[in-house]
């Protein structure tokens, strides 16, 4: 059995990380390579930061967090945020990200996903889907969760991994900053559907909801973000719990 991995995801805003519920409200979290250096040396397995407002801004600046991060954290670390070419990829991946992740680029022009797999290799492509449940479905949304693609969210993962994802990053926006635990019965089937990595987020409020996505489905990794931001929950503490209920972790 692979060992699972805890991962924090920093929402960068204007250079600063920031949380939210249900991707609304946001708050003020703190700077995200003092985060991210504190997180390196307390037991994360990886890190993610996606920059919520790239998009919409130069990407320069987001460039330049990424350099100061690789000389700052020894853990491996994806970006995302605003990704739309193969240069975009390039730029963040040869200032120092391991991996970079696309999301509504991906469903705008899935042939994004073969070009970025095919120069860098699958291994530095995460592609996120946000996922929201409308009446008996679970759909794919872009834009920041503002937008339905009217895309059922099991047939996305089934194209993208096709495609030449190498990753998933599965975000439920029902759950999202709910803390009342992950979506796991679409996340396990998601996670059934594909033979590559599948990481779990929205929703973590303790260490029993990692427990739960652990042992009730096939995903390879856990990510939350208030929970460790505002210490809820401390990394090497939720690894303790985990060892005891006998997950394998790293």
Known sequence: MLKKRIIPCLDIKDGRVVKGVQFLELKDAGNPVELASFYSKNGADEL????????LEKRKTLAEMVTQLSKEINIPFTVGGGIQSVDD???LLQSGADKVSINSAAVLNPELI???????GSQSLVVAIDIKKVENDWFVFIK???ESTGILAIDWAKK????????LLITSMNNDGSKNGFALEITNEISKAVSIPVIASGGAGNSQHFIDLFTKTEVSAGLAASIFHFNEVPISELKNILKTQNIPIR
């Open 48 to 55: 993610v930061f996606l920059d919520i407002s790239a998009t």
């Open 89 to 91: 990829a390039r730029l």
């Open 160 to 167: 993208v991994e096709k495609l030449g994802a190498g990753e």
């Open 144 to 146: 920041g969760g503002t």
């Open 114 to 120: 073969t070009q970025i797999s095919d120069a860098f």
